[in-house]
């Protein structure tokens, strides 16, 4: 299998043909076919792999019937209490507990 990545003279020789196409159907501008060699570059690399970035793959985030993420009830755990005046509790803890196990556990013992 041919490297993508490795320039060879063929693909060198395909890539200045390309670009000298791209300048003229630019209307021969007068930077010139070397500044369209990256365009160029990229669409005989579309040509050379045509299947690239069509295999589709697995989401690693569960979803739902809509397409749209199912995130895990555990990351609510780690909220905890935003602190403030909420009720007379809240006004003892200046810092977030880490879950709200501990929120729990924390006010059970006051």
């Known amino acids: 299998m041919v490297n ?14 390309k670009a000298k196409e791209l300048w003229e159907a630019d209307g021969r501008p007068g930077c010139g076919p070397d500044a ?22 697995d989401s690693p985030v569960p979803l739902d019937a809509n ?23 809240d006004d003892k803890q200046e810092v977030p507990f880490a879950t709200r196990q501990e929120e ?3 006010l059970k013992n006051q």
């Open 4 to 17: 993508p990545l490795e320039t060879t003279p063929q693909t060198e020789a395909r890539i200045t043909a």
């Open 36 to 57: 369209y060699r990256e365009n160029a570059s990229e669409l005989i690399g579309m040509e050379s792999n045509p299947d690239a970035g069509q295999i589709p793959v």
């Open 104 to 106: 729990a556990d924390a």
């Open 67 to 89: 397409g749209q993420p199912i995130e895990e009830a555990f990351l609510e755990e780690n909220l905890g209490n935003s602190g403030g005046s909420m009720d007379e509790l």
